[in-house]
Nanobody
């Protein structure tokens, strides 16, 4: 069993900053991919940023440059620093991980989501 615990989020003004963190725990042999997606009302869930086991980071469209993803491998944690926030960044942000467990089974996991609201 794997759990993803999210922290951070909340309310920010346009131009401000927020940091989201997500920690994975449980039966984890390898973190294949870990990162963040977001879903705004009436829109599809989209990639914000993710990092793979080789340390390669992929950002969603219009995210790179404003958002920075970092990883603490030992703590099995990723942090997303969001700067120069815009009202259109308002969404529920979900931690996501693709994990190989100790039985060498690969599964996808999602956190419960954390609300980010950016006021103009």
């Amino acid at each position: 069993q794997v759990q993803l615990v999210e922290s951070g989020g909340g309310l920010a003004q346009a131009g401000g900053s927020l940091t989201l963190s997500c920690a994975a725990s449980g039966s984890i042999f390898r973190l294949n991919v870990m990162g963040w997606y977001r879903q705004a009302p009436g829109k599809e869930r989209e990639l914000v940023a993710e990092i793979n086991h080789a340390g390669i980071i992929t950002y969603g469209d219009s995210m790179e440059g404003r958002f920075t993803l970092s990883q603490d491998t030992a703590k099995k944690m990723v942090s997303l620093q969001m700067t120069t926030l815009k009202p259109e960044d308002t969404a529920v942000y979900y931690c996501h991980a693709r994990i190989t467990d100790w039985a060498y089974v690969v599964n996808e996991y999602w956190g419960p989501g954390t609300q980010v609201t950016v006021s103009s």
